[in-house]
């Protein structure tokens, strides 16, 4: 009798140990805070949701183990690449070099100006060049924004 194996994604066992590794960093840092905290203390919260962290990383590895990959990877260097092709596509790295440049800018441009580029910008880029309709429903969400933040909220925003 021949045992079914659930599959794994390329470079998922990997993510993994890297959960892992990150959870007990977390950890570590959560503990610096103020060493073996008490219930009131200011490290407990962290240090509690680093604890969970690790639960669910040791969880999630436990459960993965009896997962196989996929039998056309042949190799960790296909692996790689397929994963590279799987997370990596064109779109997504648009959008994440589109949100560090956003980052960056409203640092030295207001919020407003900042978020209606942005805004403008991926939806230009998304909406395949449909400028005009583009930069029309970014001035209304920035207008939504300002309204709901500046005078309902009456909360300052850089």
């Given at each position: 009798m021949?045992?079914?194996f659930?599959?794994?994604?390329a470079?998922?066992?990997v993510f993994?140990?890297?959960?892992?590794?990150?959870?007990?960093?977390v950890?570590?840092?959560?503990?610096?805070?103020?060493g073996?905290?008490?219930?009131?203390?200011?490290?407990?919260f962290?240090?509690?949701?680093?604890?969970?962290?690790?639960?669910s990383s040791v969880v999630i590895?436990i459960?993965h183990?009896r997962?196989?990959?996929?039998?056309r990877?042949?190799?960790a260097?296909?692996?790689?690449?397929v994963?590279?092709?799987?997370?990596?596509?064109?779109?997504?790295?648009v959008f994440?070099?589109?949100?560090?440049?956003?980052?960056a800018?409203?640092?030295?441009?207001s919020?407003?100006i900042?978020t209606?580029?942005?805004l403008?910008v991926?939806?230009?880029y998304f909406?395949?060049g449909?400028?005009?309709?583009?930069l029309?429903?970014?001035a209304?969400a920035?207008?939504?924004i300002?309204?709901l933040?500046?005078?309902v909220?009456?909360?300052?925003l850089p």
């Open positions: 021949s045992q079914k659930e599959r794994v994604q470079g998922e066992k993994d140990w890297l959960l892992l590794l990150f959870s007990i960093g950890l570590f840092e959560a503990y610096r805070i103020d073996i905290p008490g219930l009131n203390s200011p490290g407990s962290p240090v509690g949701l680093a604890l969970v962290m690790l639960a590895l459960s183990r997962k196989r990959r996929d039998p990877i042949r190799n260097f296909h692996e790689a690449q994963f590279l092709y799987e997370h990596f596509q064109p779109h997504i790295v994440t070099f589109l949100a560090v440049a956003y980052l800018a409203i640092v030295w441009a919020f407003y900042s209606y580029i942005f403008a991926t939806f230009i909406r395949q449909k400028v005009v309709s583009s029309i429903i970014s209304a920035i207008a939504v300002y309204a933040f500046t005078l909220f009456r909360v300052y």
